[in-house]
């Protein structure tokens, strides 16, 4: 059976309620829905989760609106970060944030879910929805916490990988990384080859996702060796009307999914005032 996996990040999930975000959702109900920086209160999303939901059943995708899970948490930060999970499929649990950082630092919240889903035809599959931090050059700080955060995600990297090569459940980990990998991820790379997102320092993490821990670049894959597809496309100036834009959302899957990989779209507005987000999203047809 084929699955549909998307993910994107609102840039502020009211804001891109307001601009067209539902609408798309609505036309393209994907089996699993990773939304990054929500940025918004519980009471918020689940006002909007449940409408979500009646979209879900009104499409005919679940039976009843209480079909669709759902999963968010809310950065405990106000007007930062926040991540949320839908999906159509059965989940058997869900857990929050990585197990390696400070439970009691309030910048890393609203950052790392995932949930463990069962497919209509009995496959399990571990699904993580991830907003790194963005960092910034100029701010020792913000730097280290990127790196912390880098840092724990790549125990759980390993320990997704060790699960799914023992047999275990097969995992996709996506969302907005923040890092453009290589030359090909985004269009003015020689301008910022000293800034933040595409610093070797950074890219060396992707390195270590697919050949230490040998997750597969879906995207990547499926496109071949080409420019882009980009993703996020900066506010400022014209980048968006020119493609100037980076690759910073991933779909990270673990080799045994990846192989079943079938085709992926990047769902990018036609014009600057229609896109909802400055991200487009992402989403990627398995036949699992």
Known sequence: MTMSIATVNLNGIRASQRKGFEQWLDEYTPDIVALQETRAPQ??????????????ASEGKIASADDLARMDEVCRIKGRAGVGLLTDYQVTDKRYGLA??????????????????????????TVCCVYNHA???????KMAQKYRFLDAMMVRFDQLSKI?????????VMGDFNIAHTTLDLKDWKRNETHNGFLPEERAYIDR???EYHFVDVTRRLAGDVQGPYTWWSQR?????NNAGWRIDYQFATTELAATAQ???VDKSGTYNTRWSDHAPLTITYDF
Do not use: C
Not at 135 to 141: N, Q, T
């Open 263 to 265: 085709t992926f779209s």
């Open 209 to 211: 996702i697919i050949n």
């Open 135 to 141: 960092g910034d050059v100029k701010s020792p700080e």
């Open 164 to 172: 799914a090569a023992e047999g275990g459940n097969q995992a996709v």
């Open 100 to 125: 390696t950082l400070p439970s009691d630092d309030d910048v890393d919240t609203g950052r790392w879910i995932e949930m463990d889903v069962v497919t209509p035809d009995n496959h399990n599959l």
């Open 43 to 56: 009471d918020v999303l689940d006002d909007l989760f449940a409408t979500y939901a009646n979209d879900y």
């Open 237 to 241: 100036g014209r980048a968006f009307d």
